[in-house]
Structure formats: structure tokens, C-alpha cells
């Protein structure tokens, strides 16, 4: 009930992101969508996400032998239908898009996770630093010699045209980069290989979460305010301080190459170590709080709940919607519709049939994988 709830807020904030106002138009400061869910949304998605794959593959005690060969697979038919449905909806999306789509950075996290996946929590945890620290200076190294993205969201054409671009686009350069993001999936499945029903555990993960967001912030500060950071970028940059700090509020188009000093910055999607950090944090707070309250007061999470049993659906009808371009003029009144349509829907739904539909489409064809897989195994396969 805690993991579901917790990804129904993260749906939410992704609804928000995309349809509510990044600014006040009055006095032209970051909006309280803005600062409640930019990039934490998306970095709680894929936390989960790898609690997910945890859970599926054994929770505290991985599958091993075949189970786990046919869990590797399964994982490979997740990935793949996951990209699919990302990349029909980034043939339905306009050239300059409401809406950035994750899914198709979904079905590359999956494909990276599989490695990953007989792994314990230790291991997991210190391939998620690694990746924490190593991705972002990759991605800040290699920037000028990788290939510009074709689209915000690619599609088929894009994939078999120009698959340099967006093998880039979608480890590196995109909105949702891989590398970077797989430090947010690593933890969530370190997560999932522990005990998460108990309350220790899971007031170690708030207070782990407080703990990374206050060092991110403040160690950000500090590179930037106490040891020269800001001066570094903005003679750097050349640009006026108007403009960086512009840049360090809303984030530069591309992170700038001219000086390291750009990754002390904690601004949302630059996905910079410091900003990993601070949306992990969050996440894990923000999971731990649900952990912590489910047991308790599960009947009153149920819509959340509901809405994050099914968000590949409501996530991609979310998307299908906005390529009609309709909600611009009244951004807060479809901001409601969106969310009470689908918080009404996958209550009655649930209630009704159960798994979402496309999670049943995803589900049922990863089973039938799986039982190929095992048929004929001797013995008795670890479960």
C-alpha cells in the first residue's frame, strides 16, 4: 500500500509538471508545482521502480539458477514493450511538445537493471554511488563529441534513422538520461532486498532521505557561495547574473562544459551528483513517509494507492490526452480533470477487474516468458 501510494504522488507530480505553470506570471517566480515536484517526481518513479524489480525477483532473497535467468528475461520483455508504448507516443506528440515522455527511458533502465539484478543491498548501494558520481561526469565529459538529440520524444523513424542520436539522447544527453538515473533505480532495488515491512527500516529511509536532501543543499551552497562556485560560473559562462541565476533556478538548456564547477549546482534535471543527491532524498523521505503511514491509514491512500498500481495506463492516457494540446488556456481546471479522472478510474477499475490494462498486457506476457523459461527445469528452482 506504501510503495503504490507513494508512486501515485509521483504520477501526480508528473501530471503537475505537465500541465500547471512553472512560474508566476505576476512576479515571475518558480511556481509551486515547480518547487514541490520538478525532477523529484521523475527520480521517485524510477526509485520505485527498482523496488518493483526487487520485489519480483525475490525480494530479500534474489532468485537464483533458472528462476533468476528467466526473471533476466522477463525483464527483457518488460523493457521492450515499455519502449514500444514510448515510442508509438512520441508519434502522436507535436514537434515542440506539452510533455517529455519517460517510458522509453524506462525500457533502457530496465535493460541496465538486468546485471544488477542477483545483486544484495550493499552492492546495489555502492553501484548506485558509483553510478551517482561517475554518470554525471560522463555526461558532462562527453557532451561535445555526442550527437545532438533528433527529439524531445523519439520515435520509430528516429530509432531506425538515427539510432546514434538517440542511444545518446536516451544514456545521456535526453531529459531522463540512463546513466545518471539508474543511481535512483540501483537504491530502489537495494530497497527492495531489505526488509520494508519493518518500522526500523523504514525510519531509516526517511531519515537517510532528510539527511541526503540537507547535505546536497548545503554542500551545494557552499561550493558556490564560500569556496568561489558562483564567480567560477559566471565568468565561465559569460553571462550576467541575471542569467546564471535564471540558469540556476530553471536549469540550463544543455549543462555547459566550460568548468566542473556546473556540477555543484542542485537545479532540477541537470542531474549533477549534488542534484541526484537532493532528488533522492526527497524520494527516499517521501517513500519512507508512505512506508511509515500505509499500515496505518491504508483505507484513506486507496485513490493513491489505485493510481499507482496502474501508472503505466494512466501515465500513457495522461500523455495521449495532452498530444491534443487542449490544456493550455486552463491549466488548473484540466490539471483537476486529469487528476480526479484518473484517480476515479483506477479506483473503480481496481475494484473491478484488478491490474490495469496495460499492466495486465505487460504482466501477462512476461509470465508467459517466464513459464517457457522454467518448463523442463529439474529440480526445485529457488522462488
Do not use: C
Amino acid at each position: 500500500m506504501g510503495i503504490d501510494a507513494a508512486r501515485g504522488l509521483a504520477l501526480i507530480g508528473l501530471m503537475a509538471i505537465h500541465l500547471l505553470p512553472a512560474w508566476d506570471e505576476d512576479t515571475g517566480e518558480a511556481s509551486w508545482s515547480w518547487i514541490l515536484f520538478s525532477g523529484d517526481s521523475a527520480a521517485l518513479f524510477a526509485l520505485l521502480a527498482g523496488v518493483g524489480l526487487a520485489l519480483t525477483s525475490g525480494g530479500r532473497h534474489p532468485h537464483e539458477g533458472r528462476t533468476m535467468a528467466a526473471d533476466r528475461v522477463g525483464l527483457v520483455v518488460r523493457a521492450v514493450l515499455i519502449a514500444v508504448v514510448g515510442l508509438w507516443i512520441g508519434t502522436l506528440m507535436p514537434e515542440d511538445p506539452p510533455a517529455y515522455n519517460i517510458l522509453i527511458y524506462y525500457g533502457v533502465f530496465f535493460l541496465l537493471a538486468i546485471p544488477f539484478l542477483h545483486l544484495g543491498p550493499k552492492a546495489l548501494f555502492a553501484s548506485a554511488a558509483v553510478s551517482g558520481v561517475v554518470a554525471p561526469l560522463l555526461m558532462q565529459g562527453l557532451r561535445n563529441s555526442l550527437p545532438e538529440f533528433v527529439s524531445y520524444n523519439p520515435t520509430f523513424t528516429d530509432l531506425l534513422t538515427e539510432p546514434g542520436a538517440v542511444a545518446a539522447q536516451l544514456l545521456l544527453t535526453g531529459t531522463y538520461p540512463a546513466l545518471p538515473y539508474m543511481t535512483y533505480l540501483l537504491v530502489g532495488l537495494g530497497l527492495g532486498r531489505l526488509n520494508l515491512r519493518r518500522i526500523e527500516v523504514q525510519v531509516r529511509v526517511l531519515v537517510v532521505g532528510i539527511g541526503l536532501v540537507i547535505f546536497a543543499r548545503v554542500a551545494s551552497y557552499v561550493l558556490l557561495y564560500a569556496f568561489g562556485g558562483y564567480e567560477r560560473l559566471l565568468h565561465s559562462a559569460s553571462m550576467s547574473e541575471h542569467d546564471l541565476e535564471e540558469a540556476l533556478i530553471w536549469g540550463p538548456d544543455v549543462l555547459p562544459t566550460t568548468t566542473g564547477w556546473w556540477l555543484a549546482i542542485t537545479t532540477p534535471h541537470t542531474n549533477t551528483p549534488l542534484a541526484i543527491a537532493a532528488s533522492l532524498g526527497m524520494s527516499l523521505a517521501v517513500l519512507g513517509v508512505f512506508l511509515l503511514i500505509g499500515q496505518k491509514i491504508g483505507p484513506w491512500l486507496l485513490p493513491l494507492s489505485a493510481m499507482g498500481a496502474m501508472t503505466l495506463t494512466l501515465y500513457t492516457a495522461h500523455l495521449v490526452g495532452l498530444s491534443f494540446e487542449v490544456h493550455y488556456d486552463l491549466p488548473y481546471l484540466w490539471f483537476v480533470i486529469n487528476l480526479a479522472a484518473a484517480a476515479l478510474f483506477a479506483v473503480a477499475w481496481q475494484r473491478a477487474l484488478g491490474q490495469g490494462p496495460l499492466e495486465r498486457v505487460v504482466s501477462t506476457s512476461v509470465k508467459a516468458i517466464r513459464r517457457l523459461m522454467l518448463a523442463g527445469s529439474s529440480g526445485s528452482p529457488r522462488e
